[in-house]
């Protein structure tokens, strides 16, 4: 295993910091930040994903005042369509089709992993088509819309009850909707706010082992 390196943005893709294997044909998992992240903040949860796992952070499509990135062409908000994420899914297919050819990314078993408003970029590159075995999303939402075109993946869905920034409700609201598209989800909630609770990190840890 490599230490994460960052990568310069492919033609119209994105930056991205990337962690090598040994064995290429392990896991290989697409993390997305959350709004004003950028590609290194994802790195903290790499201990709870499998040692051996391709890891590849994305940064966000559009800069922020304030510092960071994010990924709706929206303000930000949970209250979003599935089209403000159209410029941000397009750049994020072109991204993992250069990190394919050049390192063979993606050509395994590919986990969208998502925080907060990088889970709704998670799934309405889902809705679009790209080819994945699963999504991880934390403390997210998916964008509102219609539920067609989702393939039957499973879901890791972790969520805090104090989240102030997606609260819970919405959460709840959002795994039903998953759950009539006849999408399968493990769900999870702990007493936290916007982050992954222990609770919820044993119970990843458990369904990543019994998935993949």
């Known amino acids: 295993m490599t230490e994460p390196r960052l990568i310069e943005a492919p033609v119209g893709g994105l930056a991205v910091r990337l962690r090598e294997p040994l064995n290429i044909n392990g896991l290989h998992i697409m993390m997305l930040h959350g709004w004003s992240g950028d590609e290194k903040v994802m790195w903290v949860l790499q201990s709870v994903l499998p040692e ?10 559009y800069p922020l005042s304030m510092g960071g990135y994010h990924w709706s062409s929206s303000p930000a908000s949970t209250q979003v369509a ?4 159209d410029r941000a899914m397009a750049a994020l297919r072109t991204t993992l089709d250069a990190l394919r050819q050049k390192f063979g990314f993606g050509q395994s078993k590919l986990l969208l992993m998502g925080f907060s408003q990088g889970v709704a970029l998670a799934f309405a590159a889902a809705r679009a088509g790209i080819t994945m075995a699963g999504i991880i999303a934390l403390a997210g939402f998916v964008p509102n819309g219609d539920m067609e075109g989702f393939e039957n993946f499973p879901v890791f869905w972790g969520h805090g009850t104090h989240d102030e920034q997606v609260p819970v409700e919405r959460a709840r609201q959002d795994v039903k909707r998953l759950l009539d598209a006849k999408v399968e989800v493990q769900y999870c909630e702990a007493e936290v706010g916007h982050k992954l609770g222990i609770e919820c990190t044993r119970g990843l840890k458990a369904w990543l082992r019994g998935h993949f």
Do not use: K
């Open 82 to 85: 599935f089209e403000d994420f």
């Open 52 to 61: 051996d796992a391709f890891l590849v952070a994305a940064r966000g499509m």
